[in-house]
């Protein structure tokens, strides 16, 4: 990735708070498979849902992994996000709740796979989410505040569709030797659904993933991405956290499976960066964060 393309998006990262209506909307997108977009899913949403906003979770993912993770009984479902991309069903048909209070999910299967030829060839096939989710919000009872986007390691057209629909983008970036690899593709494709199909589109933040700060490769990485992007990245790294990983496999969030673990501490930290960007009006007070804490690390 170039000067060109690094300066072209000093103006499209985020600069304050949603300005464009009660429910923010965050995709959250890489390429690169294997850098925390799911694990950054379903823990943001959980720590915002602890908060007491109400969340609802897009899995835009044919592996199904956001709502596996999450605990969703995926033999008994009778639609999922597939019928709403291909077969026009509208979506508060799919959603289902979750054990979390104020969290659902509008859950994938793996028949996601085939929904991108199968819509190919459609008139504005680019918008199909963004419309599905805006006519939910606009003229249903299913009010949330704050909708997370989990999108697949590729740049498909699923993936448009999460960045088409939504206000912000927030993109993980691991710590590892081939971290900046394909940024700049990442960055030239939501340069152009930005110009062309979403003229509202910000960067939320660069988050720093699987971070080990006993490495020094680790260590340099991590400078080297502040150094680049400077205050696009979050002040928090997510570290690297086997807590993490086990609570996706015990179908809780790191709040609930491990509330004392880095992975915990690390999610809390980055989702009250993300409520500062995007609802400033509902970050603690110095005195209140302790207590924030408490709540999100609580028995649900």
Same mark, same amino acid.
């Given at each position: 990735?170039?000067?060109?393309?690094?300066?072209?998006?000093?103006?499209?990262?985020?600069?304050?708070?949603?300005?464009?209506?009660?429910?923010?909307?965050?995709?959250?997108?890489?390429?690169?498979?294997?850098?925390?977009?799911?694990?950054?899913?379903?823990?943001?949403?959980?720590?915002?849902?602890?908060?007491?906003?109400?969340?609802?979770?897009?899995?835009?993912?044919?592996?199904?992994?956001?709502?596996?993770?999450?605990?969703?009984?995926?033999?008994?479902?009778?639609?999922?996000?597939?019928?709403?991309?291909?077969?026009?069903? &509208?979506?508060?048909?799919?959603? +289902?709740?979750?054990?979390?209070?104020?969290?659902? @999910? =509008?859950? %994938?299967?793996?028949?996601? #796979?085939?929904?991108?030829?199968?819509?190919?060839?459609?008139?504005?096939?680019?918008?199909?989410?963004?419309?599905?989710?805006?006519?939910?919000?606009?003229?249903?009872?299913?009010?949330?505040?704050?909708?997370?986007?989990?999108?697949?390691?590729?740049?498909?057209?699923?993936?448009?569709?999460?960045?088409?629909?939504?206000?912000?983008?927030?993109?993980?970036?691991?710590?590892?030797?081939?971290?900046?690899?394909?940024?700049?593709?990442?960055?030239?494709?939501?340069?152009?659904?930005?110009?062309?199909?979403?003229?509202?589109?910000?960067?939320?933040?660069?988050?720093?993933?699987?971070?080990?700060?006993?490495?020094?490769?680790?260590?340099?990485?991590?400078?080297?991405?502040? &150094?680049?992007?400077?205050?696009? +990245?979050?002040?928090?790294?997510?570290?690297?956290? @086997? =807590?993490? %990983?086990?609570?996706?496999? #015990?179908?809780?969030?790191?709040?609930?499976?491990?509330?004392?673990?880095?992975?915990?501490?690390?999610?809390?930290?980055?989702?009250?960066?993300?409520?500062?960007?995007?609802?400033?009006?509902?970050?603690?007070?110095?005195?209140?964060?302790?207590?924030?804490?408490?709540?999100?690390?609580?028995?649900?």
């Amino acid at each position: 990735m170039d000067e060109e393309i690094k300066s072209f998006f000093a103006p499209y990262f985020s600069q304050g708070h949603n300005t464009h209506g009660k429910t923010s909307i965050i995709t959250i997108a890489n390429q690169k498979g294997g850098c925390g977009k799911t694990t950054t899913a379903i823990n943001l949403s959980a720590a915002l849902a602890k908060r007491d906003f109400k969340v609802l979770i897009v899995d835009l993912d044919s592996q199904s992994h956001a709502s596996l993770g999450i605990g969703v009984d995926m033999e008994n479902l009778d639609c999922s996000i597939y019928d709403v991309i291909v077969k026009n069903i &509208d979506i508060e048909r799919v959603i +289902v709740s979750t054990y979390l209070k104020n969290l659902d @999910i =509008a859950p %994938a299967t793996p028949m996601l #796979s085939g929904a991108q030829l199968e819509i190919a060839d459609l008139l504005g096939r680019e918008g199909i989410l963004r419309n599905v989710l805006y006519k939910m919000l606009n003229t249903s009872r299913k009010d949330y505040d704050y909708i997370i986007i989990d999108c697949s390691p590729s740049l498909n057209l699923l993936t448009i569709n999460g960045l088409v629909a939504a206000m912000f983008v927030l993109i993980p970036i691991q710590t590892h030797y081939f971290a900046l690899e394909g940024m700049g593709e990442l960055f030239s494709t939501i340069k152009i659904v930005k110009e062309r199909l979403n003229a509202n589109l910000q960067i939320l933040g660069i988050l720093p993933t699987l971070v080990d700060m006993r490495t020094k490769m680790n260590r340099n990485i991590l400078s080297q991405i502040k &150094d680049y992007f400077s205050d696009r +990245v979050f002040q928090t790294a997510i570290r690297v956290n @086997i =807590a993490l %990983a086990e609570a996706s496999a #015990s179908k809780k969030s790191i709040f609930d499976y491990a509330p004392d673990s880095n992975g915990a501490k690390d999610y809390i930290a980055v989702t009250e960066e993300v409520i500062a960007l995007t609802r400033p009006e509902r970050v603690p007070k110095k005195d209140e964060k302790e207590n924030v804490k408490k709540d999100i690390t609580r028995d649900t």
